[in-house]
């Protein structure tokens, strides 16, 4: 896999792409990492000012203004039930293209943007049961790399409104 | 060396008139009946030089009339006409308003538009073909905005910088502004920064400069002649003075031009609100309309750039019964309206288009008349939609309030009066809660932290303010820790990226750039009721 992520070997992406590769932006949560496609990704942006929504579960922690629009922020290490880790000016929100009912805008907290992957469909492994506090249903599957493991992530369903509470 | 264009103006004007002569000759001299083809591209080929010539130098409304003229003697060649006396009258007219135009452009005085625009249609009724007149109707608009802007010309500012020199050749600084003065109203500015210490001071040099002022409808040439003798001892430099009402007032009336040269503006707006589309309350759109439209008219109030329009704000029914409704004024940005105004604009060309097909309506151009109809509709439609973009904006005007860290935004229809509270006013009721003594009633005292699950910086409730609210005839206290400023405010639904909260109608974005939610007080009180409203996810139905 290693020659597949020859950093900025931009023919080497090329190539890839012709060859079915999808390609996917990983972030940390801790020592976890997970992928998502990186078409999905509106913006990449430091963490800001939020505003707090009432009676809403805790991993919503906020709406802030992206443009003019109104747009929730979504703490994935609480919603994957990790402990708590202090906002700083450090700290990465990626605002996602979240499609269900209507196309719909959501920013999710991580700890750090990784980098982008090429990945090949194939490569992409079933979900086992994992038994972990992380549902499965939102992992769509798993990429194995050198040392680690990539969850990918199927934002749709994690961050759909039924499932955001 | 670039050429200066205009030393070529006389010649081109010279050989105009020429053509002119030649064109009237050859239009008297045309017999009734076919019209006899060599005397017609005779016609023709002299129209065809004053046309050219005019796109050369950029004279657009000779160009433009030429081209009318053309167009009726292309009719003609092609032998749509035969040549009748009310023809060559009509070819004779033409000719000689083509002279008047002429004359005024070359001696850059008033252009008779209403007369261009009465002779444009003798020939528009006259000829067959008439769809590409359109253009010029509107370069008629252009070409008069120009002239307006001329108009908007209030005098001159003469930058006047003598060499040191000046004096010594014999030049009366008193009797050049005395001149000058004859023209206008003249205020006169020395600049002595140049000036050196007495003892360095050369008593025959000069070493001032002047700032002129010269107010009044002056030609710039005037002004110029008066320094001609001194050209020579002196740096000169002449700008206009415009009025600056006058300018943005242009950009406006232009647009309202835009709209009116159908006389009806109004009229068909009417008619696209009757005859398309669900709306709730069609008279009310009407009036709408005619609001923003009559907003347009005033030409002399509208220098502020960002047009005020009267926004009826909609009152819904979580807000109070005193009172129906609440006039707020929304600011749109000019390009919003520029947009409307184009809208319009196209949707009355189409028309006028439409109506005159229908007069000479022949079968052939039935796909024509289909075609445009369909434009018609798909222009009114558009029109509709952004007119209901602008008023489905719901605007509250807003008090700011904080709570806890985080700021929100009462609709201030709902607020009645924000008090200080001494605790002697304060009532417990077990069970019950606590409740605040207003003149002669006890209302309840709704924290807001509490309902909304804050982590309070306030608790006591000498030290925050109560905003007493009402909803529904039932007036409640809210407990909140300050008051900001008051801001109007446009609500946006938090179901378009996320779903509804309970106690909360939506959120606005504030001044700085920060995000305040908007408090619905009557889910508020609710929510004070019964807190476990506040697990129920609300649903979409009340949003927009």
């Known amino acids: ?165 | 060396m670039s050429i200066d264009i205009s030393q070529l103006h006389d010649a081109y004007f010279e050989e105009c008139f020429e053509c002119l002569d030649v064109m009237e000759s050859e239009i008297f001299g045309l017999e009734l009946g076919m019209a006899d083809k060599k005397a017609i591209d005779t016609v023709v080929s002299a129209a065809h030089s004053i046309k050219n010539g005019a796109s050369t130098f950029s004279f657009k409304m000779v160009s433009d009339f030429s081209y009318i003229i053309l167009m009726m003697l292309d009719e003609i060649r092609t032998g749509q006409h035969e040549v009748t006396e009310a023809l060559t009258n009509l070819l004779l007219s033409g000719v000689e308003a083509l002279r008047e135009l002429l004359i005024s452009v070359h001696k850059n005085s008033e252009i008779d538009y209403v007369h261009l625009a009465d002779i444009r249609q003798q020939f528009e009724m006259m000829m067959v073909g008439d769809i590409e007149l359109e253009l010029f109707s509107e370069s008629i608009i252009d070409n008069k905005l120009e002239s307006e802007v001329n108009d908007a010309i209030v005098g001159w500012e003469i930058d006047f910088h003598p060499n040191s020199h000046f004096f010594k050749t014999g030049n009366d600084l008193v009797q050049l502004f005395g001149e000058l003065e004859n023209l206008g109203e003249l205020t006169v500015e020395v600049c002595d920064d140049n000036l050196p210490p007495l003892f360095d001071l050369e008593p025959e040099d000069n070493y001032l400069s002047w700032k002129l002022t010269l107010c009044g409808n002056i030609a710039k040439a005037d002004v110029v002649e008066i320094f001609k003798p001194v050209e020579s001892d002196c740096k000169l430099t002449i700008t206009p003075l415009i009025d600056s009402t006058i300018k943005q007032v242009t950009r406006v009336e232009q647009m309202v031009s835009k709209l009116e040269p159908h006389g009806e503006l109004i009229n068909p707006i009417i008619d696209i609100e009757d005859a398309t589309a669900p709306i709730d309350n069609p008279e009310k759109q009407v009036t709408r309309v005619e609001q923003m439209v009559s907003k347009l008219e005033p030409h002399g109030e509208l220098i502020n750039p960002i047009i005020g329009i009267e926004e009826k704000t909609e009152i819904t029914s979580q807000t109070t019964t005193l009172s129906e409704s609440t006039v707020a004024s929304i600011q749109i940005e000019t390009d919003k309206i520029d947009l409307l105004a184009d809208m319009f604009s196209e949707l009355v060309a189409t028309q006028s288009m439409l109506s005159q097909m229908g007069e000479n309506f022949s079968p052939e151009m039935l796909p024509k008349l289909i075609d445009g109809l369909a434009q018609l509709e798909r222009n009114t439609n558009e029109v509709q939609e952004s007119i209901m973009q602008i008023r489905k904006l719901p605007i509250i005007d807003g008090q700011i309030i904080r709570v806890a860290n985080e700021n929100y935004i009462i609709p201030l229809i709902s607020v009645i009066e924000t008090l200080e509270v001494k605790g002697t006013d304060m009532k417990y009721v077990s069970g019950e809660g606590e409740l605040y003594k207003l003149a002669d009633e006890y209302v309840p005292v709704i924290r807001l932290y509490k309902v909304f699950n804050l982590k309070p910086n306030i608790t006591d409730i000498e030290q925050g303010l109560v905003v007493i609210v009402e909803n529904d005839n039932q007036k409640v206290a809210l407990f909140i820790d300050d008051l900001l400023g008051q801001q109007k405010a446009v609500i946006k639904n938090l179901e378009t990226n996320y779903r509804g909260v309970f106690g909360v109608s939506g959120a606005t974005i504030l001044n700085d750039g920060m995000i305040a939610l908007s408090i619905d007080v009557a889910e508020v009180i609710a929510l004070y009721r019964d807190p476990s409203l506040a697990k129920m996810a609300k649903h979409n139905d009340r949003a927009a």
Not at chain 1, 27 to 35: I, P, T
Not at chain 1, 47 to 76: A, C
Not at chain 1, 94 to 100: E, H, K, M, P, T
Not at chain 1, 140 to 148: I, Q, T
Request: aromatic content about 8%; proline content about 4%.
């Open chain 1, 1 to 165: 896999m290693t020659e597949l992520f020859a950093d900025n070997d931009y023919l080497q992406r090329m190539h890839n792409a012709e060859q079915g590769a999808e390609q996917y932006l990983s972030f940390s949560l801790g020592d976890e990492e997970y992928g998502l496609e990186i078409l999905r990704v509106q913006e990449i942006k430091a963490w800001d000012r939020v505003t707090h929504i009432p009676n809403t579960p805790d991993y919503i922690v906020g709406v802030l203004n992206l443009h003019g629009s109104i747009v929730p922020l979504v703490d994935l290490r609480l919603r994957f039930g990790m402990s708590a880790r202090e906002y700083s000016p450090t700290t990465v929100i990626i605002v996602l293209n979240v499609l269900g009912e209507t196309k719909r805008n959501v920013g999710i907290v991580v700890d750090t943007v990784n980098d982008a992957y090429d990945v090949f469909p194939e490569e992409i492994r079933a979900c086992p049961q994992l038994g972990s506090t992380i549902d499965t249903d939102f992992i769509s599957g798993l990429v194995s790399m050198d040392d680690n493991m990539m969850m990918i992530l199927n934002i749709d369903r994690l961050l759909s409104v039924e499932a955001l509470g």
